[in-house]
Each structure stands twice: as structure tokens, then as C-alpha cells.
């Protein structure tokens, strides 16, 4: 998809044709709710807040101008509903991260299938994005996932470029040793 | 040091934004430490980007379009005492509080003139109130100096306990503000919206979704 179709499309939908929005919210709905999981943890209120961040675009969407990428504006505002998201919970005291060993062995275990390491491995990943703070996760989400590149990133977590790359490094650096820790070594 | 190893580096390597490749990839070629960790980097991200992604629905676009459609088709915000009585009286007790407690600022005169300092203490209403209202009565231009943030820790956020009735909140404010009541017997929904009327148009879009967002918190 080209970000020139996306903007086609907000201009459209900036007119009042409904099936353009339609056509945005199909095309990023699944890079978004991805993004807001690995940033929150849990699929259900990654989507809340996925269509929260579509919502809130919709909007403002007479503000839009094409001077940025659109998935940035887009994952902007998704990230800084992940961010609400997170402090409010943490203020409830409700993201309550399950203890490790629950974590880790949860799935697996034992089992030689190869289904059970995927599992495996995806809980160890899953524990070890949780483990990084979300500075560091946002930055290697929005990498590794979303593919965005340095710039890009900038936008979305308003930062200078180089400050992208050292976190992303620190970040690469954490989840590897977590890994370990977590008993990845094998990964 | 002509040929430092580049573990440092291999972030950005990988990621097709070092500054430096063609020093990093000569250095990993003769470098075995080096080329071991890129690899273990590389086999990282492959892992990550391995994570299941969240299935594609197309219930998940119908609930967005008919979130919005739901706003659209709402009425402009302080009527929403209308639709929704419970909410009255908060609504325009955030209104008020809102304005008075995030900073306002007289634009009406330069150079702009700071009324109310943001305050740390969370102050009765009737303070609030008659300070909001001296400041329309003068003709100010009310404008927010900060960005607000309505959080859960605030103390004025309505006790749903005890909600504020939109009675009990027009006769704070007829009080403290009579100038603004008119002459009938009661300050109604029309002086309220004529209120709000004076405020910039962005002014009362932030508040609108303050507004649409702590009800949808609520
Ligand atoms: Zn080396």
C-alpha cells in the first residue's frame, strides 16, 4: 500500500465518503491492534484501543495534511493511547505482570512438538517485551513489527532519529539478555 | 583505532541505518565475534516478527464506523444534559473545572495575563466558578495554556456515589456569576451554551473530547 493511496483515501474520506475511512481502517486495522497487543499485552483491549486510535483519527481528520507519512499520524495517536493505557492501568494497579515462571512455563513445558516451542517461544518473547520498558518496547515493536524505519519511528514517538537508534540497540540488547535469563538460550 | 569492532553499531546495521556500513562490513568478514552477535540480532528480530499477528476482522471496521457514526449524529456537548441526566451536572462541573484549574490565560490584552495559576490543591467549586465567570464577563479571549489531562486521580472527577445534579450546578453558578444569570428566575441551558459560545471554537473541541472521552471512561 502506498502512502499516497492512504492519503487518496483521507482525502476522500475527508469529503465525506464513508467507505474511504472504511478502506483505511481494513488496511491498518491489523498492524495496529498487533501494535497496541505487544504494547499493552492483552488482544482485547489492544483492539478497544486500536479503535479508540481510529476513532480519534476520524476526529481530527479535517486536520490532517499530507506532510507526514500517514502511518505515523496513525500510529502516533495509537501510541499515545497505549501510553494512557499503561499508566492508567498501572495506577489501578491492574497490570499486574503474571510472575515469570508462570509465564514462561505456561505452554510447552516439555512437549518435543513443534507447536508446543513456537508457544514456547512466543511466551518467552512475550515476557521478554514485557520486561522492557515501554520506551524501549514502542521503538522494537514499531521496528521489528510495523517495519518503520528510523525517521518514521521519530515521528511516532516524537524523538530525535538518533535517539531511535540508541534505544532500539538498548532495547535489542535488553530483550537478548531477558531472553537468556528467561532460559532462551536455544532461541 | 582504524578497525574497532561494531558491536554498538550492529543495531543500526541490521537496520539499514549505520552511518559507517562499509567499515561494519568489512569488520564483520574478518570479525567472528562480531558477525555472531549480528547474527544473533538478525535471528531476534526474525522471532519477533514472528509473533502472531491479531486475526482481520470485519467486525472490528463495522464497530469503528459505528462508534463514529454514534458521535457524529450526538448533540453539540452541553446539551448532552439532556440526553443524558445523570451526566449533566458533570459535564458542566468539568467544563468549569477544567477551564479554571488547567491555566487560564487573558488574551484579551497584551500581553496575554495569567489569571488563574495552575494549581497544585484542588479548590472548591464555587472559587472555580466565580473566577471562570469573571473572566467571560471581561470579554476574555479563554484560552488553555496546558494541555489538560482529566485523570483518574482527579479529585473532582464525579463520585458516582453522588453526582453532581445539573440543579445544584446552575445554582453554584447563578450565584457566583449573577451578572451572567438573566433576569427569569433561573440560568438555563441557553446562558450556559451562550457561554461556551465565547469560547474559541478549538477550545471547545478539546473540551468536547474531554468530554466524550470521560464518558466513554465513565
Ligand atoms: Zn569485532
Given at each position: 500500500m502506498s502512502q499516497n493511496d492512504d492519503w487518496e483515501l483521507v482525502a476522500r474520506a475527508q469529503a465525506g465518503d464513508t467507505t474511504a475511512f472504511t478502506e483505511l481502517v481494513r488496511r491498518y486495522q491489523v498492524p495496529l491492534v498487533h501494535f497496541c497487543q505487544r504494547m499493552v499485552g492483552s488482544l482485547q483491549d489492544a483492539e478497544d484501543l486500536a479503535q479508540d486510535a481510529f476513532v480519534?483519527?476520524?476526529?481530527?481528520?479535517?486536520?490532517?495534511?499530507?506532510?507526514?507519512?500517514?502511518?505515523?499520524?496513525?500510529?502516533?495517536?495509537?501510541?499515545?493511547?497505549?501510553?494512557?493505557?499503561?499508566?492508567?492501568?498501572?495506577?489501578?494497579?491492574?497490570?499486574?505482570?503474571?510472575p515469570l515462571d508462570e509465564q514462561v512455563r505456561a505452554p510447552g513445558g516439555d512437549n518435543p512438538g513443534h507447536r508446543a516451542r513456537l508457544e514456547e517461544i512466543e511466551t518467552l518473547l512475550k515476557a521478554g517485551l514485557d520486561s522492557l520498558s515501554a520506551e524501549h518496547r514502542e521503538v522494537l515493536v514499531l521496528r521489528e513489527?510495523?517495519?518503520?524505519?528510523?525517521?518514521?519511528?521519530?515521528?511516532?514517538?516524537?524523538?530525535?532519529?538518533?535517539?531511535?537508534?540508541?534505544?532500539?540497540a538498548r532495547a535489542r540488547e535488553q530483550l537478548r539478555l531477558r531472553l537468556l535469563e528467561l532460559g532462551g538460550q536455544e532461541l | 583505532m582504524k578497525d574497532r569492532h561494531v558491536l554498538d553499531e550492529l543495531s543500526a546495521y541490521i537496520d539499514g541505518e549505520a552511518k559507517d556500513a562499509d567499515r561494519i562490513t568489512r569488520h564483520l568478514q574478518h570479525c567472528e565475534?562480531?558477525?555472531?552477535?549480528?547474527?544473533?540480532?538478525?535471528?531476534?528480530?526474525?522471532?519477533?516478527?514472528?509473533?502472531?499477528?491479531?486475526?482481520?476482522?470485519?467486525?472490528?471496521?463495522?464497530?469503528?464506523?459505528?462508534?463514529?457514526?454514534?458521535?457524529?449524529?450526538?448533540?453539540?456537548?452541553?446539551?448532552?444534559?439532556?440526553?443524558?441526566?445523570?451526566?449533566?451536572?458533570?459535564?458542566?462541573?468539568?467544563?468549569?473545572?477544567?477551564?479554571?484549574?488547567?491555566?487560564?490565560?487573558?488574551?484579551?490584552?497584551?500581553?496575554?495575563?495569567?489569571?488563574?495559576?495552575?494549581?497544585?490543591?484542588?479548590?472548591?467549586?464555587?472559587?472555580?466558578?466565580?473566577?471562570?465567570?469573571?473572566?467571560?464577563?471581561?470579554g476574555a479571549d479563554v484560552s488553555m495554556v496546558e494541555e489538560p489531562v482529566l485523570a483518574a486521580e482527579d479529585p473532582l472527577a464525579p463520585d458516582p456515589e453522588a453526582p453532581v445534579t445539573m440543579d445544584e450546578m446552575l445554582t453554584v453558578m447563578a450565584a457566583a456569576a449573577p451578572e451572567l444569570a438573566p433576569a427569569e428566575p433561573e440560568f438555563g441551558e441557553e446562558d450556559l451554551e451562550e457561554m461556551i459560545s465565547t469560547l474559541a471554537s478549538d477550545e471547545v473541541g478539546t473540551l468536547e473530547e474531554l468530554l466524550v472521552e470521560y464518558m466513554h471512561e465513565g
Open positions: 480519534r483519527l476520524h476526529r481530527h481528520l479535517n486536520r490532517l495534511r499530507p506532510d507526514a507519512r500517514f502511518s505515523t499520524v496513525l500510529f502516533g495517536i495509537a501510541r499515545n493511547l497505549t501510553l494512557n493505557h499503561l499508566r492508567d492501568s498501572r495506577r489501578r494497579g491492574r497490570h499486574q505482570a503474571l513489527l510495523q517495519g518503520l524505519d528510523y525517521e518514521s519511528i521519530a515521528q511516532v514517538v516524537r524523538c530525535r532519529k538518533g535517539t531511535v537508534k540508541s534505544r532500539i | 565475534s562480531c558477525a555472531r552477535h549480528r547474527i544473533e540480532l538478525l535471528k531476534l528480530g526474525a522471532h519477533l516478527r514472528a509473533l502472531p499477528q491479531p486475526e482481520e476482522s470485519a467486525a472490528f471496521a463495522a464497530r469503528v464506523m459505528a462508534r463514529i457514526e454514534a458521535q457524529q449524529t450526538a448533540r453539540p456537548f452541553w446539551q448532552l444534559n439532556l440526553l443524558i441526566p445523570a451526566f449533566a451536572g458533570t459535564a458542566v462541573l468539568l467544563l468549569v473545572t477544567t477551564l479554571a484549574l488547567y491555566g487560564l490565560s487573558l488574551t484579551a490584552s497584551s500581553p496575554p495575563m495569567q489569571i488563574a495559576q495552575p494549581r497544585n490543591t484542588w479548590v472548591d467549586e464555587e472559587v472555580v466558578v466565580s473566577e471562570l465567570a469573571a473572566l467571560i464577563n471581561s
